[in-house]
């Protein structure tokens, strides 16, 4: 994307002006506020669009091409899989107001509403969708990826976002983090839509995930605590559906993967340890920062460029579960499950990390024994899951019943280790 002088859109003010109606019309400034041109012009780029047959549609409205590197959005309205065109609008206006700002990515610049019609303009997004074919990962747009990923885990300081007066840091959780949503080219990577995120404040969710317990099972949740993290989202809706659907080898990218994964790892660590300073529950933070430096230890390439393989194999399962959480949870339209294969594969992977567990505690190997217990912990939520999916076939929940499938669905473990 071309880097944007923002000053050329912006007039004197800083920061967020509050929303105002004029002309008729209510206008929430993001990153500037539009004139009567500017808005005529907005409105004017779908008839643009609409003659040139350059329009693309999204499961909430149509995008259409603007200039200066923008882009407008119109919103369906009542024919939107969701009636709720605040949600984008307000996030981009929190990002741009608390400078959280995501590089390649998109930055709200104003919305209106004329009529019963709601816009929103927004800097355009460069790259295509990925595809294994015509637009596929690359070592280089992983990394830029979780560069973004990393800083959304992080998150920002937002003053009494904590509901129990605790910490203001807040995490940035994208719970939509579907292919259609990110753009890549050779070398970088960019996200767009902000609709499905939200802002969570940590000390916030550490009290309930972790204190109260009050969680079921989450395919969000992250590896070193019960904590979501967005980049457990895009592993299970984007990446193990592309690595599977791939054609040929794809272990080197995957070992590409987790090498950069364990780079996302140390800065987490050293993210939680300086957190623990503000956070209300130190000595819970303190400790998620050990698991953090431990996974991070792990997945590093030996001498031979190799992720070791059992840390391969223990990835490659954790995405594939959370993936097979999401397809037969209520939230996926399109997923299906095999029930028997659900079974089987959390019994045989419980029992591979118990094995791998044993191995690292008769060897003494610290890092192993934190890492695989954070395993076996992260599936004894997970397995709960069976009982659930039993209860809703049992009274033939209707949401189950036509996902249900025989067929067994080829695993991530297998594409990248050709193990099971």
Not at 1 to 14: E, G, R, W, Y
Not at 268 to 288: P, T
Not at 321 to 338: A, P
Request: aromatic share 10%; with cysteine.
């Amino acid at each position: 994307m071309i880097a944007l002088n923002l000053q050329k859109f912006m007039p004197a003010f800083t920061g967020i002006r509050p929303p105002y109606v004029k002309n008729g019309r209510n206008i929430t400034p993001i990153a500037m506020n539009p004139t009567e041109a500017d808005i005529k012009k907005a409105i004017k780029a779908e008839q643009t669009a609409k003659a040139a047959k350059d329009v693309m549609e999204g499961y909430n409205g149509y995008a259409f091409w603007l200039g200066e590197d923008l882009v407008v959005k119109k919103y369906k309205g009542k024919d939107a899989f969701s009636d709720d065109p605040s949600r984008e609008i307000n996030m981009l206006d929190s990002l741009f107001d608390s400078g959280l700002w995501f590089k390649n990515s998109q930055l709200g610049m104003y919305a209106f509403t004329d009529g019963d019609s709601t816009y929103l303009v927004s800097t355009k997004v460069d790259g295509k969708e990925p595809d294994s074919v015509l637009s596929p990962f690359t070592k280089e747009n992983l990394t830029s990826l979780i560069e973004i990923i990393s800083q959304m885990d992080k998150g920002m300081l937002s003053e009494g976002s904590s509901k129990n007066g605790y910490s203001d840091r807040v995490r940035f959780m994208n719970y939509d983090f579907n292919g259609g949503n990110i753009k890549l080219t050779e070398s970088k990577a960019g996200l767009f839509d902000f609709e499905y995120s939200v802002l969570e404040n940590i000390d916030d969710m550490i009290e309930k995930t972790i204190v109260r317990k009050d969680t079921g099972a989450n395919c969000h949740q992250s590896d070193t605590s019960a904590l979501p993290s967005s980049l457990r989202s895009f592993e299970f809706y984007t990446f193990c559906p592309y690595l599977n659907g791939a054609k040929g080898d794809v272990s080197e990218l995957f070992n590409d993967y987790l090498a950069i994964k364990g780079r996302y790892h140390k800065g987490m660590y050293e993210f939680f340890r300086d957190f623990s300073k503000e956070s209300k529950f130190e000595d819970i933070v303190n400790e998620i920062s050990i698991h953090e430096l431990a996974h991070s230890n792990l997945l590093r390439k030996n001498a031979d460029g190799k992720v070791p393989a059992d840390i391969v194999l223990a990835e490659a399962s954790k995405i594939q579960m959370s993936h097979f959480m999401h397809e037969q949870s209520q939230f996926s339209d399109t997923g299906v499950i095999n029930p028997k294969q659900l079974k089987e594969y959390t019994d045989e992977t419980v029992n591979f990390f118990k094995i791998c567990l044993k191995r690292a505690e008769s060897a003494g190997d610290i890092n192993r024994e934190v890492y695989y217990r954070d395993c076996l912990e992260l599936f004894e939520s997970w397995q709960r899951v069976n009982g659930t999916l039993k209860e809703k076939i049992k009274r033939k929940d209707p949401e189950i019943m036509k996902k249900l499938t025989e067929d067994y669905a080829p695993t991530l473990d297998e594409k990248v280790l050709k193990v099971r």
